[in-house]
C-alpha cells in the first residue's frame, strides 16, 4: 500500500511536470508566431503555479521586445534569483545592459553566459545569446555562436532558423539583397534536418515572395498547413501572397483567419482593409475603418479607405467628409503621399454631391498623375457636358479614343456628335457661324462610327441624317434621305408607336418634305408620271404623321398644297 501511494505521488508529479512542459511549449510557440500578449499570459499563469527559470526569462523578453523596460529588467532579475548560474541569467543581465545603452558591456557579459552554455551543452541558450549579441551590435561573433550551438547538437534545426531570422532581420535593415541569400540558405539547413519545420518553411516563403518566386513560396506554404493549418504567420504570408497575385478573394480568406486569431499590428490592419476593399467586402473593410477612427480620427490611411470604401458603399456625404479630412491633413509637406486614386474617389464623391466643377478639377489631377486611368476621361466629359462645357467635353471624348485606339464603345461617338451637333447649334447667327459646317462634317464623322459599330441601332442614323440635314438645310440635296429611311425601317420594325412616336414623326416629316420638294420639282417640267409619284410619296408621310399626331399643323398644310 505504501509503494502504491509513493507510485500514484510520483505519477501526479510526473503529469504536472509534463503539463506544465506542454504549457512552456504552447507559449513559445505563441511567442514564436509573435503572439507576445497570449504568451505572456501563458508565461504569467505558469508563475502562478510555480517558479520557473524558462517562465521569468521568457516573459522578460516579451517585455523587452515591447519596450517596456522596468517589467523586463524584473523578470530578469527574477531569473537570476533561481539560479545565478543559469546561462539565461547572464543573457538577462545581458539585455538590461543594452537597454541600459551599455552595448559594452552586453557584450562581456554574453562571452561570460556563452561560456556557461557551452559547458551545459544548452543549444537553446545559445541561440538567445547569439540573437541577444546582435541586438547589442555584435555583427560577427552572433555567427559563431550559432555555428557552436549546431556542434553540440547537429541535428537541431534551432541555430539555423535563428540565423535566417538573424540575416533577414540585416536584409530588411540594410536592403541588401544578399543576405536574404544567406537566410535562405540557413533555413534550407533548418529544413534539411527537420522538413516541416513551420517556421522555417514560412520563412523561406517570405523571401520567396520578396524575389517573385511565387510558386515556391505557395508550394512551401502548403507543407505548413499540412501539418499546422492554423500556423499565423503562414496564415498572413499566404494572404500577402494571394493579395500579390491579384487573387483577391483568397487573400481575405486567409489574411481574414490570420486577423481573427492573432494580435494583428496597425500595418496588418491596414494591409487587410486594403485586401477587403480590392475584394469588394465594402461593409467588411468600413467596420474595420470605423473601429480605428474612434481611436484615431486623424489617422490619414483609415480616412483614405474610408473615403474610398463610403463612395462604393453609396455613403457620400461620410466619403466626402473623410476625403476633405484626408486631403486637410495630407496638405502641404505631405502633399506628395497623395495618390491618384485619391484625387479621383474625392471626385467621384464631389461629383455625387453636385460639385461638378470641383470633380472635374480632381478627376482631371487622377488622370494627370496616372495615365493608366483611362475611364476617368470618359467622366470627365460627361461632368464637362453637364456644365455646358462641349468644346472641353469634346476634347475628352477624343483623347478617350485616342488612348483606347479607337477600342471604345459606340456609345462614347454618339455622345461627342451630340456635343458637337451642340456647338454647331449655338454657332448659328454668331461670329463662329462661319465654322458650323465644319462642326456639321465633324458630327456627321462621329455617328457614321456609330452606325459602323451599331448597325442594328437607328440611334446612329437618325442623328447621322439630322448632321447631314443641318448641312443641307433647304433640303436641295436630301442628303439626310437614306439614313432617315433606314432608321424608319427600324423603328417601324419596333412596332412602339407611342414610345418612339416622336422620333418617328421626325423622320416622316424630313421624307414628306423631301418628296414634296420633288413634286414641286418635276411639277414644272410637265413629268406627269413623276409629278404623282412624288406627290404620292410625299402624302404618305404626311398621312403618317396625322396617325400619330391628328392635329400636327404642318402635316395638314402638307397636304393641303399636294391636293
Given at each position: 500500500?505504501?509503494?502504491?501511494?509513493?507510485?500514484?505521488?510520483?505519477?501526479?508529479?510526473?503529469?504536472?511536470?509534463?503539463?506544465?512542459?506542454?504549457?512552456?511549449?504552447?507559449?513559445?510557440?505563441?511567442?514564436?508566431?509573435?503572439?507576445?500578449?497570449?504568451?505572456?499570459?501563458?508565461?504569467?499563469?505558469?508563475?502562478?503555479?510555480?517558479?520557473?527559470?524558462?517562465?521569468?526569462?521568457?516573459?522578460?523578453?516579451?517585455?523587452?521586445?515591447?519596450?517596456?523596460?522596468?517589467?523586463?529588467?524584473?523578470?530578469?532579475?527574477?531569473?537570476?534569483?533561481?539560479?545565478?548560474?543559469?546561462?539565461?541569467?547572464?543573457?538577462?543581465?545581458?539585455?538590461?545592459?543594452?537597454?541600459?545603452?551599455?552595448?559594452?558591456?552586453?557584450?562581456?557579459?554574453?562571452?561570460?553566459?556563452?561560456?556557461?552554455?557551452?559547458?551545459?551543452?544548452?543549444?537553446?541558450?545559445?541561440?538567445?545569446?547569439?540573437?541577444?549579441?546582435?541586438?547589442?551590435?555584435?555583427?560577427?561573433?552572433?555567427?559563431?555562436?550559432?555555428?557552436?550551438?549546431?556542434?553540440?547538437?547537429?541535428?537541431?534545426?534551432?541555430?539555423?532558423?535563428?540565423?535566417?531570422?538573424?540575416?533577414?532581420?540585416?536584409?530588411?535593415?540594410?536592403?541588401?539583397?544578399?543576405?536574404?541569400?544567406?537566410?535562405?540558405?540557413?533555413?534550407?539547413?533548418?529544413?534539411?534536418?527537420?522538413?516541416?519545420?513551420?517556421?522555417?518553411?514560412?520563412?523561406?516563403?517570405?523571401?520567396?515572395?520578396?524575389?517573385?518566386?511565387?510558386?515556391?513560396?505557395?508550394?512551401?506554404?502548403?507543407?505548413?498547413?499540412?501539418?499546422?493549418?492554423?500556423?499565423?504567420?503562414?496564415?498572413?504570408?499566404?494572404?500577402?501572397?494571394?493579395?500579390?497575385?491579384?487573387?483577391?478573394?483568397?487573400?481575405?480568406?486567409?489574411?481574414?483567419?490570420?486577423?481573427?486569431?492573432?494580435?494583428?499590428?496597425?500595418?496588418?490592419?491596414?494591409?487587410?482593409?486594403?485586401?477587403?476593399?480590392?475584394?469588394?467586402?465594402?461593409?467588411?473593410?468600413?467596420?474595420?475603418?470605423?473601429?480605428?477612427?474612434?481611436?484615431?480620427?486623424?489617422?490619414?490611411?483609415?480616412?483614405?479607405l474610408k473615403g474610398y470604401t463610403a463612395y462604393e458603399l453609396n455613403q457620400n456625404k461620410e466619403g466626402l467628409d473623410a476625403m476633405q479630412k484626408f486631403f486637410a491633413l495630407r496638405a502641404g509637406t505631405d502633399a506628395g503621399k497623395?495618390?491618384?486614386?485619391?484625387?479621383?474617389?474625392?471626385?467621384?464623391?464631389?461629383?455625387?454631391?453636385?460639385?461638378?466643377?470641383?470633380a472635374v478639377v480632381n478627376l482631371v489631377k487622377s488622370f494627370e498623375m496616372d495615365a493608366e486611368k483611362t475611364s476617368l476621361l470618359e467622366d470627365i466629359a460627361k461632368l464637362l457636358e453637364k456644365l455646358k462645357r462641349y468644346p472641353?467635353?469634346?476634347?475628352?471624348?477624343?483623347?478617350?479614343?485616342?488612348?483606347?485606339?479607337?477600342?471604345?464603345?459606340?456609345?462614347?461617338?454618339?455622345?461627342?456628335?451630340?456635343?458637337?451637333?451642340?456647338?454647331?447649334?449655338?454657332?448659328?447667327?454668331?461670329?463662329?457661324?462661319?465654322?458650323?459646317?465644319?462642326?456639321?462634317?465633324?458630327?456627321?464623322?462621329?455617328?457614321?462610327?456609330?452606325?459602323?459599330?451599331?448597325?442594328?441601332?437607328?440611334?446612329?442614323?437618325?442623328?447621322?441624317?439630322?448632321?447631314?440635314?443641318?448641312?443641307?438645310?433647304?433640303?436641295?440635296?436630301?442628303?439626310?434621305?437614306?439614313?432617315?429611311?433606314?432608321?424608319?425601317?427600324?423603328?417601324?420594325?419596333?412596332?412602339?408607336?407611342?414610345?418612339?412616336?416622336?422620333?418617328?414623326?421626325?423622320?416622316?416629316?424630313?421624307?414628306?418634305?423631301?418628296?414634296?420638294?420633288?413634286?414641286?420639282?418635276?411639277?414644272?417640267?410637265?413629268?406627269?408620271?413623276?409629278?404623282?409619284?412624288?406627290?404620292?410619296?410625299?402624302?404618305?408621310?404626311?398621312?403618317?404623321?396625322?396617325?400619330?399626331?391628328?392635329?400636327?399643323?404642318?402635316?395638314?398644310?402638307?397636304?393641303?398644297?399636294?391636293?
Amino acid at each position: 500500500m505504501k509503494i502504491f501511494k509513493i507510485l500514484t505521488l510520483f505519477m501526479g508529479l510526473l503529469a504536472g511536470i509534463t503539463a506544465t512542459a506542454q504549457q512552456v511549449n504552447t507559449a513559445l510557440r505563441l511567442l514564436e508566431m509573435e503572439q507576445y500578449n497570449h504568451a505572456k499570459q501563458l508565461f504569467i499563469h505558469n508563475l502562478n503555479a510555480a517558479q520557473g527559470v524558462m517562465d521569468w526569462y521568457y516573459l522578460g523578453k516579451i517585455y523587452a521586445i515591447q519596450q517596456n523596460a522596468d517589467s523586463a529588467r524584473y523578470c530578469f532579475a527574477k531569473v537570476s534569483e533561481l539560479d545565478s548560474k543559469n546561462p539565461l541569467a547572464m543573457v538577462g543581465q545581458a539585455m538590461v545592459e543594452n537597454m541600459g545603452g551599455n552595448q559594452a558591456q552586453a557584450q562581456l557579459t554574453l562571452e561570460k553566459s556563452q561560456r556557461a552554455a557551452i559547458s551545459y551543452r544548452d543549444v537553446n541558450a545559445m541561440t538567445e545569446i547569439a540573437t541577444a549579441r546582435y541586438f547589442a551590435g555584435d555583427t560577427l561573433k552572433w555567427q559563431i555562436t550559432l555555428e557552436l550551438a549546431s556542434e553540440i547538437d547537429k541535428k537541431n534545426p534551432r541555430p539555423y532558423i535563428v540565423g535566417g531570422n538573424l540575416y533577414t532581420m540585416m536584409g530588411e535593415k540594410s536592403g541588401k539583397s544578399h543576405f536574404f541569400g544567406l537566410a535562405s540558405g540557413r533555413y534550407h539547413q533548418a529544413l534539411y534536418l527537420q522538413p516541416d519545420n513551420a517556421e522555417a518553411l514560412t520563412q523561406l516563403a517570405a523571401i520567396d515572395i520578396r524575389i517573385l518566386n511565387y510558386d515556391d513560396a505557395e508550394a512551401m506554404l502548403r507543407k505548413v498547413f499540412k501539418t499546422d493549418s492554423l500556423y499565423l504567420p503562414a496564415l498572413k504570408n499566404t494572404g500577402e501572397l494571394m493579395y500579390t497575385l491579384g487573387r483577391y478573394r483568397a487573400a481575405s480568406e486567409f489574411y481574414g483567419k490570420y486577423m481573427q486569431l492573432a494580435e494583428y499590428t496597425d500595418k496588418d490592419l491596414v494591409r487587410y482593409v486594403n485586401i477587403l476593399f480590392l475584394n469588394k467586402q465594402y461593409a467588411l473593410a468600413s467596420g474595420y475603418i470605423n473601429k480605428v477612427l474612434i481611436a484615431n480620427p486623424s489617422n490619414p490611411v483609415m480616412l483614405r479607405l474610408k473615403g474610398y470604401t463610403a463612395y462604393e458603399l453609396n455613403q457620400n456625404k461620410e466619403g466626402l467628409d473623410a476625403m476633405q479630412k484626408f486631403f486637410a491633413l495630407r496638405a502641404g509637406t505631405d502633399a506628395g503621399k497623395l495618390l491618384a486614386s485619391d484625387y479621383e474617389y474625392y471626385g467621384k464623391l464631389l461629383a455625387r454631391s453636385g460639385n461638378d466643377s470641383l470633380a472635374v478639377v480632381n478627376l482631371v489631377k487622377s488622370f494627370e498623375m496616372d495615365a493608366e486611368k483611362t475611364s476617368l476621361l470618359e467622366d470627365i466629359a460627361k461632368l464637362l457636358e453637364k456644365l455646358k462645357r462641349y468644346p472641353e467635353a469634346i476634347s475628352y471624348y477624343e483623347k478617350l479614343v485616342e488612348a483606347k485606339n479607337d477600342n471604345v464603345p459606340s456609345i462614347i461617338y454618339f455622345s461627342m456628335g451630340k456635343d458637337i451637333l451642340l456647338i454647331a447649334d449655338r454657332a448659328k447667327g454668331t461670329s463662329d457661324s462661319l465654322l458650323r459646317p465644319a462642326y456639321l462634317q465633324k458630327a456627321v464623322a462621329a455617328f457614321g462610327k456609330v452606325v459602323d459599330m451599331s448597325p442594328s441601332s437607328y440611334l446612329g442614323y437618325q442623328w447621322r441624317a439630322r448632321a447631314l440635314a443641318a448641312l443641307d438645310p433647304e433640303t436641295t440635296q436630301g442628303s439626310a434621305r437614306s439614313d432617315y429611311e433606314k432608321a424608319l425601317e427600324m423603328l417601324e420594325l419596333k412596332n412602339e408607336p407611342k414610345k418612339y412616336g416622336s422620333d418617328l414623326i421626325e423622320a416622316y416629316r424630313y421624307l414628306g418634305y423631301f418628296h414634296y420638294l420633288q413634286y414641286d420639282a418635276v411639277k414644272k417640267n410637265g413629268d406627269a408620271e413623276a409629278r404623282e409619284k412624288a406627290k404620292n410619296e410625299s402624302l404618305s408621310y404626311w398621312q403618317k404623321v396625322l396617325l400619330l399626331d391628328p392635329n400636327n399643323d404642318i402635316a395638314k398644310q402638307a397636304i393641303a398644297a399636294l391636293k
